[in-house]
């Protein structure tokens, strides 16, 4: 219902990300084609062609050049090498918003960083990686969907209230990102209260970076975090309208029950 789609219409796309997945690893487009129940190798590409628009032969020939990167940008969001430093993830940050003519300039972005840095400061995640990294993720997520200055500052922050005993009145940040951090930082019940976009921005690209990092958890907390994506983030997303975040939103989850 959240994907918008009927039942079979949804089986059929989460087959052909599978098939895109295990091309990807390399198996052979028939043996993809067989896995997910097509009766013929023209068959299954037809159905491929529909979906994503270009040739499956097209995957075998996509080479990665981000570390970490990943062969599924036509079906998920772009994403960033998993254990970047914070300092590679800043120039990140200045390139996706250069490349995407948001107009956040380089004085800007770095004062923020300064401020994420040292109040996070210390501050581990489960992978061993700094804590900062989480934010400075989010916030590249939001570039990446250009998403507006103010939005992308305050992402630096995300849960920088939640995570540290900050006084977020010293932080000295511009009214509009202030609020924006008081807002994203609120704890809330259910997603009835992200009433504003650009909370509900910030929170869903808050919780696509918590998924794709949900490995370093245990499996009850993966399996939690995974129903509370299913029940609450799907839809959240499903109300900014944007396709990619959904599929991934939802394959990162579905993938907590049957991951070993």
Same mark, same amino acid.
């Given at each position: 219902?959240?994907?918008?789609?009927?039942?079979?219409?949804?089986?059929?796309?989460?087959?052909?990300?599978?098939?895109?997945?295990?091309?990807?690893?390399?198996?052979?487009?028939?043996?993809?084609?067989?896995?997910?129940?097509?009766?013929?190798?023209?068959?299954?590409?037809? *159905?491929?062609?529909?979906?994503?628009?270009?040739?499956?032969?097209?995957?075998? *020939?996509?080479?990665?050049?981000?570390?970490?990167?990943?062969?599924?940008?036509?079906?998920?969001?772009?994403?960033? #090498?998993?254990?970047?430093?914070?300092?590679?993830?800043?120039?990140?940050?200045?390139?996706?918003?250069?490349?995407?003519?948001?107009?956040?300039?380089?004085?800007? +972005? &770095? =004062?923020?960083?300064?401020?994420?840095?040292?109040?996070?400061?210390?501050?581990?995640?489960?992978?061993?990686?700094?804590?900062?990294?989480?934010?400075?993720?989010?916030?590249? +997520?939001?570039?990446?969907?250009?998403?507006?200055? &103010?939005?992308?500052?305050?992402?630096?922050?995300?849960?920088?209230?939640?995570?540290?005993?900050?006084?977020?009145?010293?932080?000295?940040?511009?009214?509009?990102?202030?609020?924006?951090?008081?807002?994203?930082?609120?704890?809330?019940?259910?997603?009835? =209260?992200?009433? &504003?976009?650009?909370?509900?921005?910030?929170?869903?690209?808050?919780?696509?970076?918590?998924?794709?990092? +949900?490995?370093?958890? #245990?499996? =009850? =907390?993966?399996?939690?975090?995974?129903?509370?994506?299913?029940?609450?983030?799907?839809?959240?997303?499903?109300?900014?309208?944007?396709?990619?975040?959904?599929?991934?939103?939802? &394959?990162? *989850?579905?993938?907590?029950?049957?991951?070993?």
């Amino acid at each position: 219902e959240f994907m918008g789609v009927s039942v079979m219409e949804y089986v059929k796309k989460r087959k052909l990300i599978f098939a895109s997945e295990e091309i990807l690893r390399g198996r052979t487009i028939l043996e993809v084609a067989m896995a997910c129940g097509y009766d013929s190798h023209s068959g299954f590409t037809r *159905a491929f062609c529909r979906e994503f628009g270009f040739f499956p032969a097209l995957l075998k *020939a996509i080479t990665i050049h981000l570390e970490g990167g990943s062969g599924m940008n036509h079906v998920f969001m772009e994403r960033a #090498g998993l254990h970047l430093s914070k300092e590679e993830l800043l120039e990140k940050i200045k390139s996706i918003v250069l490349e995407n003519e948001i107009l956040l300039d380089e004085d800007q +972005i &770095d =004062e923020m960083y300064r401020k994420a840095d040292s109040a996070y400061e210390g501050l581990k995640r489960y992978s061993g990686d700094e804590y900062v990294t989480h934010p400075l993720h989010v916030a590249l +997520i939001l570039a990446c969907m250009e998403a507006e200055e &103010d939005c992308i500052l305050a992402a630096m922050m995300c849960d920088v209230l939640k995570k540290t005993d900050v006084d977020p009145e010293k932080l000295c940040l511009a009214p509009q990102v202030k609020a924006l951090v008081l807002e994203t930082n609120r704890e809330h019940e259910g997603n009835q =209260e992200w009433s &504003d976009k650009k909370v509900l921005l910030i929170k869903a690209a808050e919780r696509l970076h918590n998924m794709r990092t +949900i490995e370093f958890m #245990g499996q =009850e =907390e993966r399996k939690k975090r995974a129903e509370e994506t299913l029940d609450l983030f799907l839809p959240a997303a499903a109300k900014l309208g944007n396709e990619k975040l959904m599929a991934e939103l939802n &394959d990162l *989850a579905l993938k907590c029950f049957y991951r070993e």
